[in-house]
């Protein structure tokens, strides 16, 4: 069964960085394209990031020039790295990707938290 899991989340203080990791695990061929979401309390989910398979990157005018988006296809891995962060940018981080395994389908990632305040 195929599966993606976050981490890298957690509290850090204005200013700083965090690293998101998002691994696809169980039987995987492959990642197409792959994103990154996020959902403060009260508000949509929204897209941050996303990468396709040729590692063209779009992002969102709100992280432009702070974060970037990466991915390393031989762990079926992708990355979010998260510059000068800013209260604004407190949310659930979810990742979301397209994976052939026996089939090709989206997936979703159970969500981490992001925290930035002093």
């Known amino acids: 069964q195929v599966q993606l899991v976050e981490s890298g989340g957690g509290l850090v203080q204005p200013g700083g960085s965090l690293r998101l990791s998002c691994q696809a695990s169980?039987?995987?061929?492959?990642?197409?394209?792959a994103g990154w979401y996020r959902q403060a309390p009260g508000k949509q989910r929204e897209l941050v990031a996303t990468?396709?398979?040729?590692?063209?990157?779009i992002y969102a005018d709100a992280v432009k020039g702070r974060f970037t988006i990466s991915r390393d296809n031989a762990k079926n891995t992708v990355y979010l790295q998260m510059n000068s962060l800013t209260p604004e940018d407190t949310a659930v981080y979810f990742c979301?990707?397209?994976?052939?395994?026996?089939?090709?389908?989206?997936?979703w990632g159970q969500g981490t938290q992001v925290t930035v305040s002093s």
């Open positions: 979301n990707a397209e994976i052939r395994s026996w089939s090709t389908a989206m997936y």
């Open positions: 169980g039987t995987i061929r492959g990642i197409n394209n």
């Open positions: 990468i396709t398979s040729s590692v063209k990157t």
